[in-house]
């Protein structure tokens, strides 16, 4: 099973094809405040690397969020358009659960912690399974480093940016009879992680149906001037662009499929 996984929650923007257990190849750039431009590209150079074309491909796997809201909505909106072109399945996975899948580690539970906007952070807790999965003990939260601090009552490993952005505030805050195990910092959400994740939930027979929301945790600007206007949302029009683009894409390639055809029968 080969599927096209997208990562856009963070800054740094990445996409990988996976072939059951395989990594087919990844791209990841700097995509801050260029997601809208630079996805379709790079899933396109991917795909030319691969030699794959997108109806070679099984499924489509997509994080969705908490994160940038710009960048979960050209993910999702991208993936939407990308599904409703092609028919194939979709699946989501929450951010902090791909951040999570890097830190390999049973023995504690994982709190990987983002930096959110305005001061705060994202995080959940997950704790790794001995069958290799990853099972949810906090949902994804945000808040200032106070309330994080309010919602270790355990021994627990944490990671992530978040964390070494704000340290010294979350420790300030902790519990006296609770301590911290600090594990990689620079783990982020990555689409291989997304890969592997989708992967999983491809196996156990799972796919988002017609209603698909972003994990936001909080509500976006954009998503209030949304609800103040009663129009279309961004990430509707972002799928309906891309929909458009690649159903040319493939009456294109069927044109000249067609026309390849018909030359070869001329001279045969």
Same mark, same amino acid.
């Given at each position: 099973?080969?599927?096209?996984?997208? !990562?856009?929650?963070?800054?740094?923007?990445?996409?990988?094809?996976?072939?059951?257990?395989?990594?087919?190849?990844?791209?990841?750039?700097?995509?801050?405040?260029?997601?809208?431009?630079?996805?379709?590209?790079?899933?396109?150079?991917?795909?030319?690397?691969?030699? %794959?074309?997108?109806?070679?491909?099984?499924?489509?796997?997509?994080?969705?969020?908490?994160?940038?809201?710009?960048?979960?909505?050209?993910?999702?909106?991208?993936?939407?358009?990308?599904?409703?072109?092609?028919?194939?399945?979709?699946? =989501?996975?929450?951010?902090? !659960?791909?951040?999570?899948?890097?830190?390999?580690?049973?023995?504690?539970?994982?709190?990987?912690?983002?930096?959110?906007?305005?001061?705060?952070?994202?995080?959940?807790?997950?704790?790794?399974?001995?069958?290799?999965? =990853?099972?949810?003990?906090?949902?994804?939260?945000?808040?200032?480093?106070?309330?994080?601090?309010?919602? %270790?009552?355990?021994?627990?490993?944490?990671?992530?940016?978040?964390?070494?952005?704000?340290?010294? +505030?979350?420790?300030?805050?902790?519990?006296?009879?609770?301590?911290?195990?600090?594990?990689?910092?620079?783990?982020?959400?990555?689409?291989?992680?997304?890969?592997? =994740?989708?992967?999983?939930?491809?196996?156990?027979? +799972?796919?988002?149906?017609?209603?698909?929301?972003?994990?936001?945790?909080?509500?976006?600007?954009? !998503?209030?001037?949304?609800?103040?206007?009663?129009?279309?949302?961004?990430?509707?029009?972002?799928? !309906?662009?891309?929909?458009?683009?690649?159903?040319?894409?493939?009456?294109?390639?069927?044109?000249?499929?067609?026309?390849?055809?018909?030359?070869?029968?001329?001279?045969?």
């Amino acid at each position: 099973m080969k599927i096209l996984a997208i !990562e856009t929650a963070t800054p740094w923007q990445s996409v990988a094809i996976l072939d059951d257990n395989e990594i087919l190849a990844q791209l990841g750039q700097d995509a801050r405040g260029a997601h809208g431009t630079l996805l379709l590209p790079a899933i396109d150079r991917l795909l030319m690397e691969t030699q %794959l074309r997108l109806s070679d491909l099984d499924g489509l796997a997509c994080s969705a969020g908490p994160g940038s809201f710009t960048g979960i909505r050209v993910g999702l909106a991208t993936c939407l358009g990308l599904r409703a072109a092609t028919g194939l399945p979709l699946v =989501l996975v929450p951010t902090l !659960e791909a951040m999570a899948w890097s830190v390999n580690s049973s023995a504690l539970p994982i709190c990987p912690i983002m930096k959110s906007r305005r001061g705060e952070l994202y995080w959940a807790v997950f704790r790794r399974t001995g069958d290799d999965q =990853l099972h949810r003990l906090m949902t994804e939260c945000v808040g200032p480093p106070a309330a994080l601090a309010r919602c %270790l009552t355990a021994h627990t490993l944490v990671c992530g940016d978040g964390w070494s952005a704000m340290e010294s +505030e979350i420790r300030a805050m902790l519990p006296g009879s609770v301590t911290v195990s600090v594990g990689p910092l620079e783990v982020q959400p990555s689409a291989a992680n997304v890969a592997v =994740l989708g992967m999983q939930r491809f196996r156990r027979g +799972e796919s988002v149906g017609d209603r698909v929301d972003a994990l936001y945790v909080q509500q976006a600007e954009a !998503e209030l001037q949304y609800d103040r206007s009663g129009g279309v949302s961004p990430m509707r029009r972002r799928q !309906e662009r891309v929909t458009k683009k690649i159903a040319e894409r493939q009456a294109r390639g069927r044109q000249r499929r067609q026309s390849g055809a018909q030359l070869r029968k001329k001279h045969a």
